[in-house]
């Protein structure tokens, strides 16, 4: 893999060609060229064939501004039109046609081939048959739908995720369940109820109001990024109108840029968003104060104040502009092994477990960008942590820290700083993923912080990300995920406001944290995205989180 090789674009494939370098538009060229020099294969302009993907056609016409993401299995003979998608992980393999304007959501299986079953034999020895598959114009197909051979898809019908279509499916329909079943007309024009736990997450109507949202976010995002923008000190970010700037707001306006535009906020070019943030850390210790009057901040010490959260929103922002810290995180670097132990066994994990977790997010973070810049690290240090920290973990909860009605929240919390950074971050299992999950849903239903205008950022995100991770282990209690996921989606999806962006808490008497900021659209632009995976229907945003939420290993995808 290229180092220089920007991986949101096999996720995201259609963000490429209004926002690759030049050295990226020719290194697809070329991809493109070895296809080309191959019989029976047609690509049309603007096409983007993700390195990642397994692209091995026996003949392959594929249109203009059509994309084939990460890890996609396309074998067969497979015709594709102009404007269509086939998202991560799909598979597409037999004899498959499909119109124009056609979206594939991830982990789908269009499967235009079959075994035949004659019983004389092993099923592995029997001849494959295939009918074929045709897909008209304008189809949305959901994620986790799986289509069978010998089906035929008409124009503009929506197939709805987690389908198993085994019929033909007239144009207009919208198709659920398995075996799929005709739900109405699309065109029918009753409005749809956003209930994603019942019969909206199969008649397209979750996609819909996950599109007009992301829509209107983009539309918004240079307004929003604008009336943080002030003339302070040459020009700095706030977090809203009439409050200071600060770090994290600069960190903040990269993140939403990136997710929404798809490159550097406009108030500055690329190269002065790195100089400035760079120009900030502190070479001795390799943390990022706060401003000060004199445009730095007070001495600096790991855990204390927000230098510690800025390893995470500099270190990150700094990445999705291509990248990264001057000077190595020296105060995680020059910790050894055993006074790491002893930073972990002072931490006040009984009273304070969201900031004994939050300790371990910087520091774990810390280590990441040392590593990735290839600054060892003292010696065991970070076998130490993960050590200490799968010898610490609560076996019959799964969380560091025990949860009790009054130290619940603070324990799970604690427990999304915790992983966040070390578990989630180095792409490792969790310990005790079933335990996790009966933990963290008996917060989710604590009406105090989860009931229709009581949830706030932290809240919201630090139950859905640790139920994403843990989704990835377990399928325990899935459909009670589901059924949370949907309630808080419907609820995050109607508090956008105009040319302003989300609040970061849904509640009045919060006092300024109900006011639309940067920190609040940022968080919730990343929340919408986890529930919405949880649910199979991220796709329908068009974006994915790079920054300090996004879903991938960061160290994982550093090696690539």
């Known amino acids: 893999m290229n180092p220089q090789h920007d991986l949101s674009y096999d996720y995201s494939p259609w963000t490429f060609w209004s926002s690759a370098s030049e050295a990226e538009r020719e290194a697809q060229h070329k991809h493109h060229k070895g296809f080309a020099e191959r019989p029976g294969i047609t690509l049309g ?33 497979i015709t594709i039109g102009d404007d269509c998608t086939v998202n991560a992980f799909t598979v597409v393999r037999g004899t498959v046609a499909m119109g124009d304007g056609v979206r594939i959501g991830a982990h789908t299986s269009i499967l235009g081939f079959n075994h035949s079953m004659d019983p004389s034999g092993p099923v592995f020895k029997q001849p494959l048959t295939s009918k074929g598959i045709r897909i008209g114009d304008d189809v949305w197909i959901g994620s986790n739908v799986v289509v069978l051979d010998g089906v035929t898809v008409g124009s503009h019908a929506v197939l709805a995720a987690g389908a198993v279509v085994t019929k033909d ?11 799929a079943r005709r739900i109405r007309d699309r065109r029918d024009a009753t409005p749809v109820a956003l209930d994603v736990r019942g019969e909206a997450a199969v008649d397209g109507g979750l996609a819909a109001a996950l599109a007009a949202f992301a829509d209107t976010a983009r539309a918004d995002a240079p307004t929003i990024l604008s009336r943080s923008w002030t ?77 510690t959260y800025h390893v995470l929103s500099v270190g990150y922002a700094l990445d999705l502009l291509d990248s990264g810290f001057q000077h190595p995180v020296h105060v995680v670097a020059d910790m050894d092994a055993a006074a790491l132990l002893a930073s972990l066994e002072a931490l006040p994990w009984r009273k304070e477990a969201w900031g004994s977790g939050a300790w371990v997010d910087a520091w774990g973070t810390a280590a990441y960008w040392n590593l990735s810049q290839g600054q060892p690290n003292s010696a065991g240090s970070l076998e130490t942590l993960f050590g200490w920290l799968l010898g610490h973990v609560n076996p019959s909860a799964g969380t560091w820290g025990t949860p009790a009605a009054d130290t619940r929240l603070k324990v799970v919390n604690g427990y999304y700083r915790l992983t966040r950074g070390t578990f989630a971050q180095f792409g490792l299992p969790v310990p005790h993923a079933e335990r996790l999950v009966d ?33 990835k282990q377990t399928a325990h209690r899935r459909e009670e995920m589901m059924a949370w996921a949907g309630n808080q989606l419907k609820e995050a999806l109607i508090r956008w406001e105009t040319g302003k962006g989300m609040a970061f808490s849904a509640a009045p008497e919060s006092g300024d944290h109900h006011l639309a900021s940067l920190q609040g659209t940022e968080m919730w632009l990343a929340i919408v995205w986890y529930l919405a995976d949880l649910l199979g229907s991220a796709e329908a945003l068009g974006y994915r989180p790079r920054g300090v939420h996004r879903p991938e290993p960061a160290w994982l995808l550093h090696k690539l």
């Open 439 to 471: 933990t963290v849903l008996e917060h989710a239903d604590d009406a105090r912080y989860f009931s229709p205008g009581r949830q706030n950022a932290c809240n919201v995100l630090d139950v859905v990300h640790p139920l994403w991770l843990v989704s």
């Open 169 to 179: 499916v007239p144009e207009w329909s919208i198709v659920g369940g398995n075996p």
């Open 45 to 77: 302009e603007r096409v983007f064939l993700s390195p990642l993907a397994s692209v091995d056609p026996e003949t392959l016409s594929i249109g203009a501004d059509s994309f084939i993401a990460a890890h996609a299995y396309v074998t067969g003979t």
């Open 231 to 307: 003339s302070d000190a040459g020009g700095r970010y706030v977090d809203r109108p009439g409050l200071v700037p600060t770090v994290r707001a600069h960190c903040d306006a990269i993140e939403i840029a990136d997710l929404l535009l798809g490159s550097a906020p406009p108030q500055l070019q690329r190269e002065e968003h790195v100089s400035r943030l760079q120009s900030l850390q502190d070479p001795m210790s390799g943390l990022v104060p706060e401003f000060g009057a004199d445009g730095l901040g007070s001495p600096l010490l790991f855990g204390v104040g927000p230098a």
